[in-house]
Structures are given as C-alpha cells and as structure tokens.
C-alpha cells in the first residue's frame, strides 16, 4: 500500500488558558447583579405580604374576641337582670322624737339615706316579710342639757311583736347613767346590734324611757336597721 494513500488526522492545538472577551464578562456580571435585585426584591415583597397577613389575621382575632366578650356580657346582664335585686333590708333615720308616751320611736322612711327593700315600715315599726335571721342595729344620741344634779338613768332598746307570743318581747338593751357629777350638761351615743331570727309578720322597733333626751342630729346620729344575712 502507498503511503500517498494514508489519512492523518487533523491536530490542533488548544492553548489552557482561554480569553473570554470583556463584554461576555460585563453580561455576566450584569446578569448576576439583575438576579440578586429581583431576589430581594421578591423577599421584601413577600416580607410585606406575610406581615399584612398577620395584622389582617390579628384585627381578625381581636375583633372576634370582641364579639364574644360583648355577647357574653349582653348573656351576663341577662341572667343578672332576671335575679332578685337583692336581700331583704331596711335603713330609716332622724328619729321623730315628738310623739308622746311609751310607744316605739317614730322614723324617716323614704327620704335621704332612709329606704326600705322587702321589709314594711308601719308606725315606727319594721314589718318583717321573709322568715331568716337578721342583723338588727340601732343607734341614738342623747343627753341633758342642764342636769341640776339629777342622776338618772337611760334606757334604750329594741323590741319585738310577734304572733306567737301575747305582747312585747325584748331582743337588746343599753342603759347608761346620766347626770352623775355636778356638770351642767352631758351627751352620750348609745349602739345596739345582733342577729336575731324573725318570722314573717314579726315587728321589731325602737323605743327609749325617756324620748325627751334623744338630741334631733339627722340622719347620721339617730337611724335603726335590718337585713336578711
């Protein structure tokens, strides 16, 4: 075989280092930089985006729990409004000191400080209408304005009427002496209180032996009470 017929194969050289030409390098950089850009500003939007969806999600919640918390207090003043107001109780002040004899001082019933709630007032009594035990207080202020060296004694007490028993039992008592030195005046309190238990119809009331002594003082220094405990 001639040599005029063999076939060489093309050789070429390739050289390591291969120069890439300086605008294929600036579009690969302005591409890299174009990506980052568009990245964070992908995060901030979507940062933007999930804290709108927490305030949305929180204003939400909290005007749900608002809605629960008015119906429950509308469910609140519903039941509360169906209960009864309160306790049997009475209050009455500013002793009336101008009725004569030995019956129960006479008492404001309605006005000022003074009220009634299940309790009756009649004739400076308090007429019990739910049977329980009550506390029952009463206070007056008293004393002798010239004593002429006269000693006496103060009596004041509380009573009760009832309809099992014939006339008048007595639940607390307070005597005071008065006028014991040769002083030309003297002024006293005296407080009564206790709990008792009362039957429907029981009258309770006031009374002192001597009604001239109470000193007239309104509403804070003479008053008389009761209420359901």
């Known amino acids: 075989m001639s040599e005029s017929n063999v076939v060489y194969p ?11 030409p300086p605008e294929r390098r600036r579009r690969r950089h302005g591409n890299a930089a174009q990506w980052l850009l568009f990245m964070l500003v992908f995060l901030a939007l979507s940062g933007v985006g999930i804290l709108g969806y927490f305030i949305w999600d929180l204003e939400r919640r909290t005007v749900a729990i608002s ?41 404001e019933a309605k ?13 400076g009594a308090l007429v019990i209408r739910k049977e329980g035990h009550y506390f029952i207080y009463s206070k007056v202020f008293y004393g002798q304005i010239e004593c002429q060296g006269k000693k006496r004694m103060f009596k004041h007490y509380v009573n009760k009427k009832t309809e099992r028993y014939s006339g008048e039992l007595e639940l607390m ?11 030309d005046s003297w002024l006293g309190n005296s407080f009564l209180g206790g709990v ?17 002594l109470i000193r007239l003082k309104g509403s804070t220094e003479n008053f008389f009470g009761a209420y359901l405990i």
């Not at 006005?111 to 004739?123: L, Q, V």
């Not at 008792?196 to 001239?212: A, C, P, T, Y």
């Open 10 to 20: 093309s050789v070429f050289v390739v050289d390591g280092k291969v120069d890439i």
């Open 67 to 107: 809605d629960t918390a008015s119906s429950n207090a509308e469910k609140m003043i519903g039941i509360q409004d169906k209960k009864e107001p309160g306790k049997p109780s009475a209050h009455i002040t500013g002793c009336n000191c101008s009725t004569s004899g030995d019956g129960p001082l006479h008492w």
């Open 111 to 123: 006005n000022g400080d003074a009220f009634t709630f299940d309790i009756d007032y009649k004739d």
């Open 173 to 183: 008592e307070n005597r005071k002496f008065y006028c014991t030195s040769s002083q």
């Open 196 to 212: 008792f238990h009362l039957l429907e119809g029981d009258q309770i009331f006031v009374n002192v032996n001597e009604k001239s």
